[in-house]
């Protein structure tokens, strides 16, 4: 029975924050877990040596952190050290599988995938078949701790509990919020047009379908238009060629990104947006743009506590949720998004979101125009699905059917 948990740390940011967020459940559950610091390597290995133990230790990781040949961790002559030590891998996928087909292809020993969203779990069943699925882990939402009211002066009354709400509205001083870098399209032209005429005309077929059938996965598209032009392929050729084609799926989530807050700025509705790239984005009313530098996890969860609105547009999750909507809840805002199967499952209309159509984008407006005017009916669809987060969507769930699987080994 597995009573040691090796998570990595010090690679990418946000990753290393859902990490230490199921770490802290683990170590509450009594196992022992050792934080696997990328950056201080050196002095790590020495110690993770020591840590693991066969049959007593597994590894859990994301997007194959750890498992991409890292210095010490791999060595060409005796593979991973998790294989030497016989140590079982749990694997969770934050992107589209089209993204590590080398890792897919060639699984380690005692590899497991999980996956964030439905329909990639299908992908992996469908085109990997030496990958072992483990099962369906949707992302989850964290919640910045709320502070401790500071000490009120002597001479001054307590403030009543309504005082104290309409305070707390009061701090809510961004209409609406996007966390999120942007690209612009044209920056994937070098893509696109990186080999002659026909492929980009192949290319842009696939972008126009992708963006008009919405409700289609990546996959489902690029393999009509490959059967249009070919007649056949193989699923493994076709495993091959999406994965070549990874420049479009960040094409048409850019594409989509910047439609959306697009479509806010020109109806004169005020956005602000945490990430690179947006000075680049073109609308009527510019000035209505705030833009933050890109930044850390904590501060992300920091500006959701301060807006009413925090805007989400899905990435390739046709049948998985975002961490942007269940974060946005448990900090107070309410989370305006495109949707999905699994999120109109387990988030109803007006359970902490409102839903907007992708394909119908000039009626956003109206949706966030009209919750910005009725704070009343914010706070109540923002309590309702707090309450369901809470129960069902925070790490803390996640960390308990990870344990499950881990201890059904």
């Given amino acids: 029975m597995p009573s040691r948990i090796v998570l990595m740390t010090g690679g990418v940011e946000t990753l290393t924050y859902f990490s230490k967020e199921l770490g802290n459940v683990f170590e509450e559950k009594g196992y022992k877990v050792f934080y696997y610091d990328l950056k201080e390597s050196e002095t790590c290995f020495s110690r993770l040596k020591r840590f693991l133990k066969p049959k007593e230790t597994v590894l859990i990781t994301f997007n194959h952190i750890g498992l991409s040949q890292e210095d010490l961790l791999y060595r060409p002559q005796q593979g991973y050290i998790w294989e030497q030590f016989q140590i079982p891998v749990y694997n969770i996928l934050v992107d589209h599988p089209l993204y590590y087909h080398n890792h897919l292809s060639h699984p380690i020993k005692n590899y497991h995938y999980i996956g964030i969203d439905k329909k990639h779990i299908q992908y992996v069943e469908n085109y990997y078949l030496d990958v072992k699925v483990c099962g369906f882990l949707p992302l989850a939402g964290m919640r910045m701790p709320e502070k401790r009211p500071e000490k009120q002066p002597e001479e001054q009354p307590e403030k009543q509990p309504e005082e104290q709400k309409e305070e707390q509205k009061e701090k809510r001083e961004i209409p609406v919020l996007f966390t999120g870098n942007y690209q612009a399209p044209e920056k994937f032209n070098t893509y696109i047009e990186r080999i002659d005429e026909e492929y980009t005309q192949f290319y842009h077929k696939i972008i126009d379908r992708a963006l008009a059938e919405s409700e289609k996965t990546l996959e489902e598209v690029a393999k009509e238009c490959c059967l249009d032009e070919m007649g056949t392929i193989s699923d493994k050729d076709f495993a091959e060629v999406l994965t070549h084609m990874n420049f479009i799926d960040l094409y048409v989530r850019n594409v989509r990104r910047g439609n959306v807050v697009r479509t806010l700025l020109d109806a004169e509705v005020s956005v602000e947006a945490v990430g690179d790239g947006w000075e680049k984005l073109e609308s009527k009313h510019p000035e209505l743009l705030k833009i933050h530098p890109q930044t850390d996890t904590r501060t992300c969860l920091e500006l959701m506590q301060q807006a009413k609105i925090s805007l989400n547009v899905m990435p390739e999750f046709k049948d998985g949720a975002h961490d942007r909507i269940f974060s946005s ?66 790490w803390r769930q996640r960390a308990e059917q990870l344990i499950e699987w881990i201890e059904a080994v």
């Fill in 329 to 394: 809840i448990l900090n107070g805002a309410v989370s305006v998004s495109d949707d999905s199967r699994y999120l109109r499952e387990c988030l109803p209309e007006g359970v902490g979101i409102c839903y907007y159509d992708r394909n119908h984008l000039a009626e956003l407006p109206e949706i966030v125009k009209h919750l910005l005017a009725v704070p009343k009916e914010r706070e109540e669809i923002v309590l309702k699905g707090k309450a369901e987060v809470e129960k069902k969507h925070t």
